[in-house]
């Protein structure tokens, strides 16, 4: 089954009540059982429930995997994942990372011992200098919040294999509709489904896929003893939203090329992020791993500071300023006191996260007036 297909029937039944095509909300906390442990698989939302279960044999359809699993967000989801750790442990993980990431490493899990080491991951090899009896997990991003610098993954894979290390990718700018790392060797695939995955902004959600049976069972035990899951109705409209995936896809990455080309040429512009580019330094490693570059962008403008990029943000009018990404409609933000305001700035500035620095999520309206809202605003 190809991907476009699996969007709409990958791991989909009909109902077998009254064969409703869509699953229904099942909006219970319990189940009826026969005798104390006979039940029909379920028997409590937070361990199991009909339309999560639906959701997440489709997660796992579209990323190639075979064991999906939802929560409460994306950041429920990375905890479950860091919970596989134990007080002593160290991770190695990317340098350019989404704020709410980093923050949950070093305000969180390093107050229980676990160690982690922030690096550029360029190049595979400057792993290696990192690695020793206490290793247990690589973290990439790719594309990297904000700074778009692409990883590749099977080359991290090469060396989460030689060392025995889990080698978990956060995949949310991508998208399975883009890149699929679990088919590059990655062990878990992260997603904050509450942006392209739902895609409609009506959201919070998070999702891991894996394929070892045994790595799954380890984070479904997680999953209902932390008990960090999503609702029904939230399951209900990711799973609409995976439906139109593919589609969306498609414009977002149409649209976000003809933006950042046209940033590119603009006269006031200093530099544009975006791996469609052949001047980017990963765009090699991208056109190898991913179908497509996306509608992830950042740039700068010339001689602009803190207050510059303010006022481009603020003059928007079709793009909204707010946090997120993803969604249909474009958004517009600055991650400096935005999305990655929990990392120090001497620290973010080290991967070019500058006070003058934008980012914008491209969304799948008419292209024109996208440029047009862009034109008006950078003056």
């Given at each position: 089954?190809?991907?476009?297909?699996?969007?709409?029937?990958?791991?989909?039944?009909?109902?077998?009540?009254?064969?409703?095509?869509?699953?229904?909300?099942?909006?219970?906390?319990?189940?009826?059982?026969?005798?104390?442990?006979?039940?029909?698989?379920?028997?409590?939302?937070?361990?199991?429930?009909?339309?999560?279960?639906?959701?997440?044999?489709?997660?796992?359809?579209?990323?190639?995997?075979?064991?999906?699993?939802?929560?409460?967000?994306?950041?429920?989801?990375?905890?479950?994942?860091?919970?596989?750790?134990?007080?002593?442990?160290?991770?190695?993980?990317?340098?350019?990372?989404?704020?709410?990431?980093?923050?949950?490493?070093?305000?969180?899990?390093?107050?229980?011992?676990?160690?982690?080491?922030?690096?550029?991951?360029?190049?595979?090899?400057?792993?290696?200098?990192?690695?020793?009896?206490?290793?247990?997990?690589?973290?990439?991003?790719?594309?990297?919040?904000?700074?778009?610098?692409?990883?590749?993954?099977?080359?991290?894979?090469?060396?989460?294999?030689?060392?025995?290390?889990?080698?978990?990718?956060?995949?949310?700018?991508?998208?399975?509709?883009?890149?699929?790392?679990?088919?590059?060797?990655?062990?878990?695939?992260?997603?904050?489904?509450?942006?392209?995955?739902?895609?409609?902004?009506?959201?919070?959600?998070?999702?891991?896929?894996?394929?070892?049976e045994e790595l799954a069972?380890?984070?479904?035990?997680?999953?209902?003893?932390?008990?960090?899951?999503?609702?029904?109705?939230?399951?209900?409209?990711?799973?609409?939203?995976?439906?139109t995936l593919h589609i969306?896809?498609?414009?977002?990455?149409?649209?976000?090329?003809?933006?950042?080309?046209?940033?590119?040429?603009?006269?006031?512009?200093?530099?544009?992020?975006?791996?469609?580019?052949?001047?980017?330094?990963?765009?090699?490693?991208?056109?190898?791993?991913?179908?497509?570059?996306?509608?992830?962008?950042?740039?700068?403008?010339?001689?602009?500071?803190?207050?510059?990029?303010?006022?481009?943000?603020?003059?928007?009018?079709?793009?909204?300023?707010?946090?997120?990404?993803?969604?249909?409609?474009?958004?517009?933000?600055?991650?400096?006191?935005?999305?990655?305001?929990?990392?120090?700035?001497?620290?973010?500035?080290?991967?070019?996260?500058?006070?003058?620095?934008?980012?914008?999520?491209?969304?799948?309206?008419?292209?024109?007036?996208?440029?047009?809202?862009?034109?008006?605003?950078?003056?």
């Amino acid at each position: 089954m190809k991907f476009n297909t699996k969007t709409i029937h990958g791991g989909q039944k009909h109902d077998p009540a009254y064969g409703a095509v869509m699953p229904p909300i099942y909006q219970t906390s319990t189940y009826a059982q026969t005798t104390p442990g006979g039940h029909k698989g379920f028997e409590y939302s937070r361990t199991h429930n009909p339309t999560r279960k639906a959701l997440e044999d489709a997660l796992a359809s579209i990323e190639n995997g075979k064991f999906g699993l939802a929560f409460g967000s994306g950041l429920a989801a990375i905890d479950a994942i860091i919970k596989l750790l134990k007080s002593g442990d160290e991770v190695i993980s990317t340098n350019d990372l989404y704020g709410g990431t980093y923050r949950l490493f070093t305000k969180i899990f390093e107050d229980f011992g676990i160690k982690f080491h922030f690096i550029g991951m360029d190049n595979a090899d400057k792993i290696a200098n990192y690695i020793n009896d206490n290793t247990k997990l690589i973290w990439v991003e790719t594309p990297t919040n904000p700074m778009m610098n692409i990883i590749n993954i099977k080359a991290m894979a090469e060396v989460s294999r030689k060392h025995n290390l889990l080698l978990a990718v956060d995949n949310t700018f991508a998208t399975p509709y883009l890149q699929r790392p679990l088919d590059l060797g990655a062990d878990i695939v992260m997603h904050s489904a509450t942006k392209y995955i739902g895609g409609h902004s009506d959201l919070v959600m998070g999702a891991l896929i894996v394929k070892n049976e045994e790595l799954a069972k380890k984070l479904y035990f997680i999953q209902n003893a932390s008990g960090a899951v999503c609702g029904p109705q939230d399951s209900f409209l990711a799973l609409r939203g995976i439906k139109t995936l593919h589609i969306r896809m498609q414009r977002h990455c149409e649209n976000g090329e003809a933006i950042a080309k046209y940033l590119k040429s603009h006269s006031k512009i200093e530099k544009v992020y975006w791996p469609g580019f052949d001047d980017h330094p990963g765009h090699n490693v991208a056109k190898e791993q991913m179908d497509g570059y996306g509608g992830m962008i950042s740039f700068v403008t010339k001689g602009s500071n803190y207050d510059s990029a303010i006022k481009i943000v603020e003059n928007l009018k079709i793009f909204t300023l707010a946090e997120s990404l993803g969604g249909v409609e474009s958004l517009a933000g600055h991650p400096a006191s935005m999305t990655h305001a929990s990392i120090p700035k001497e620290e973010r500035e080290k991967t070019g996260v500058v006070d003058s620095l934008i980012r914008l999520s491209v969304g799948i309206e008419d292209v024109d007036d996208l440029i047009a809202d862009l034109e008006q605003a950078i003056g």
